[in-house]
T-cell receptor, first 114, second 115 residues
Framework: AQKITQTQPGMFVQEKEAVTLDCTYD???????LFWYKQPSSGEMIFLIY??????QNATEGRYSLNFQKARKSANLVISASQLGDSAMYFC???????????FGKGTRLHILP | DVKVTQSSRYLVKRTGEKVFLECVQD?????MFWYRQDPGLGLRLIYF???????EKGDIPEGYSVSREKKERFSLILESASTNQTSMYLC??????????????FGPGTRLTVL
């Protein structure tokens, strides 16, 4: 069965420090996509970054990067130089190729401290 | 920009009422989804639709039904609301998948309270 695991229900980080949010996944499909979404307290889900399973390089989008370790089935999100506005819930998600549905993890609530 | 709108941000209903949650997207997406979000449980898929009048059950369809009469609109229906359906409801849409990249675009959510 396909599954996403986020082992950190909550994290507290000092402003300006780098943050790593953990995500592991389980799938037997050779082709799949991995996503990270951010959900601020207002509730909307914001797409952050995508990594395809065949992509050779780790995805980066501004301060966000995805540390993709395929053999370990790990897709950690790294936020560099954290800001107060990064305080939010973060969801890791996966979609196998050929499937329009996305499987979400349970999320990690990140608190950035001033 | 893709826009997904939901009819209400906050809704309060009484047990036994019939509740309609509406979702509209303006990007001609084939797929539309309804999720329920509860603390500690993440997002759970209730139903999704890949075309007009087509629907597929998600992980937790019990107590819900859906309607998709037009491509841009996907409605979630609680036939007889119960207190355990108090939750945040999120609608999303995406293009029909041709690769593993099928980003879903989300609406702002509806926080439903059933008294």
């Amino acid at each position: 069965a396909q599954k996403i695991t986020q082992t950190q229900p909550g994290m507290f980080v000092q402003e300006k420090e780098a943050v790593t949010l953990d995500c592991t996944y389980d799938t037997s499909d050779p082709s799949y996509g991995l996503f990270w979404y951010k959900q601020p307290s207002s509730g909307e889900m914001i797409f952050l970054i995508y990594q395809g399973s065949y992509d050779q390089q780790n995805a980066t989008e501004g301060r966000y990067s995805l540390n993709f370790q395929k053999a370990r089935k790990s897709a950690n999100l790294v936020i560099s130089a954290s800001q107060l506005g990064d305080s939010a819930m973060y969801f890791c998600a996966m979609t196998p190729r050929g499937d329009d549905k996305i499987i979400f993890g349970k999320g990690t609530r990140l608190h950035i401290l001033p | 920009d893709v826009k997904v709108t939901q009819s209400s941000r906050y809704l309060v209903k009484r047990t036994g009422e019939k509740v309609f949650l509406e979702c509209v997207q303006d990007m001609d997406h084939e797929n539309m989804f309804w999720y329920r979000q509860d603390p500690g449980l993440g997002l759970r898929l209730i139903y999704f639709s890949y075309d007009v009048k087509m629907k597929e059950k998600g992980d937790i369809p019990e107590g819900y039904s859906v309607s998709r009469e037009k491509k841009e609109r996907f409605s979630l229906i609680l036939e007889s609301a119960s207190t355990n359906q108090t939750s945040m409801y999120l609608c999303a849409s995406s293009l029909l998948q041709i690769s593993s990249y099928n980003e879903q675009f989300f609406g702002p959510g509806t926080r439903l309270t059933v008294l």
